[in-house]
């Protein structure tokens, strides 16, 4: 009898790997300080005039930057801002406003469908929990959660681009799908801190912890951050940063 070469397979369940931050829990306290002295009071970049709008601008923002939605939804916006105002201009109404936005055939259909979900079946109020937001055509987890902390103030964290090359760049919250990023920073986030931590995240990543090349000179935590990418352990000054600038007007 000829003997098999293959090693027996192990007993057991397998061991899934668990990601954990690089952090100590009074690191992430000073992390998030700096941030909130930075910008004390951190505002999302993609303008809206109400829940609905929000949501709405949201579902097109993926695959898309908000300079670019926010430049699409201005007409748009000031002649539909109700679902069923937005639903009297159809897909190709719609689309006449959004074609400027990747995959705007799929995003039109999908915000139709949407307006008439929230008529039939939430009497045309965007709904506030998470489990009835993702049931809306276009809505995922991650505009559920914007759309509840921008608009209805609850406490989330939505990994969009930038947080998730945070988490794992940084090595403050390793994953390797956003639902496990969200995850691993819910549980490094200090609670104080929880309600403008995906904004002050998002904002960081976007003008600070850039994609192509971070700008470690100008990061008010370069002596903090553990990424093997960082190129600079000196912070930049701790100082309240000039008030964003959305849609022409200062926050």
Request: glycine fraction near 6%; aromatic fraction near 6%.
């Amino acid at each position: 009898m000829q003997k098999s070469n293959r090693t027996p397979a192990k007993t057991g369940a397998t061991k899934t790997k668990r990601f954990k931050s690089a952090y100590s829990k009074d690191e992430m306290v000073e992390i998030f300080r700096r941030f909130s002295i930075q910008r004390p009071e951190p505002k999302g970049e993609l303008e809206h005039v109400n829940p609905f709008t929000l949501v709405v601008a949201v579902a097109l923002s993926a695959q898309a930057t908000d300079a670019g939605v926010n430049k699409a939804t201005r007409a748009l916006f000031r002649i539909a801002d109700t679902p069923e105002k937005m639903l009297a201009l159809g897909e190709e109404g719609v689309i006449s406003h959004i074609k400027t936005i990747g995959l705007y055939r799929n995003k039109a259909k999908n915000v139709i469908a949407l307006c008439r979900m929230l008529i039939d079946e939430f009497g045309s109020q965007v709904p506030k929990t998470r489990e009835e937001l993702v049931r809306l055509p276009g809505v995922g987890r991650k505009t559920a959660n914007v759309v509840m902390s921008m608009a209805f103030g609850i406490p989330t964290l939505a990994v969009d681009t930038h947080v998730f090359r945070i988490g794992n760049r940084c090595l403050m919250a390793p994953g390797k799908t956003p639902d496990e990023v969200e995850e691993q920073f819910l549980k490094v986030i200090p609670e104080e801190y929880l309600f403008h931590a995906h904004h002050w995240l998002i904002l960081h990543g976007r003008y600070t912890c850039k994609a192509r090349k971070p700008e470690c000179e100008h990061c008010v935590i370069a002596d903090l951050c553990r990424s093997p990418e960082k190129t600079f352990d000196i912070p930049a000054p701790l100082v309240e940063l000039p008030p964003q600038v959305i849609g022409g007007a200062a926050l």
